[in-house]
């Protein structure tokens, strides 16, 4: 396994990533068709945010990206396509992420997490900070967990 920072020739694989990880939890091909421009990485946030990907035997498997220009900075991606889950690939990346935030003097990390990233989130020592309305056509009371985790001790 190689992380690496992510190049635009990627972003078809982040794509197909990102939306095979949102499948992967049931939901409806209505809510997905709906979020597919929010599922998308735009090319030009690769070279000017910090975006890691794993490679297994030259394959992009996962990945993660941070955006600077809010603050706190906020994980905007962590995907991890769905043949690799469990692995512990989530929370290498998460490291990778949480040392380039420390690396550039942030001291958290903003996360709007999918309710079903709750626990992966949690376990890495994220706190829950709030959460925000989000029904979809099968669950009208589903809510967006918003996290924060804390950069220096996630490090320790």
């Not at 939890?25 to 794993?54: C, H, M, N």
């Not at 297994?56 to 769905?82: D, N």
Request: charged share 15%; with cysteine; net charge negative.
């Amino acid at each position: 396994m190689a992380i690496r920072p992510a190049r635009t020739s990627d972003v078809e694989a982040l794509d197909q990533i990102a939306m095979a990880s949102k499948a992967y939890w049931g939901y409806s091909a209505q809510d997905l068709v709906r979020w597919a421009k929010d599922l998308r990485t735009p090319a030009e946030t690769i070279a000017s945010w910090p975006t890691f990907v794993v490679e297994l035997e030259g394959t992009v498997v996962a990945f993660t990206q941070l955006c600077p220009i809010r603050y706190p900075w906020e994980l905007v991606s962590l995907w991890v396509h769905p043949n690799h889950v469990g692995q512990g690939i989530g929370r290498q990346l998460l490291v990778q992420a949480m040392s380039a935030a420390s690396s550039s003097g942030q001291s958290r990390i903003h996360v709007d997490a999918d309710p079903n990233a709750l626990g992966f989130y949690l376990a890495c020592g994220a706190k829950q900070v709030g959460s925000i309305p989000a029904s979809i056509s099968t669950d009208p009371d589903r809510v967006r967990p918003q996290l924060e985790l804390v950069v220096s001790g996630f490090l320790t």
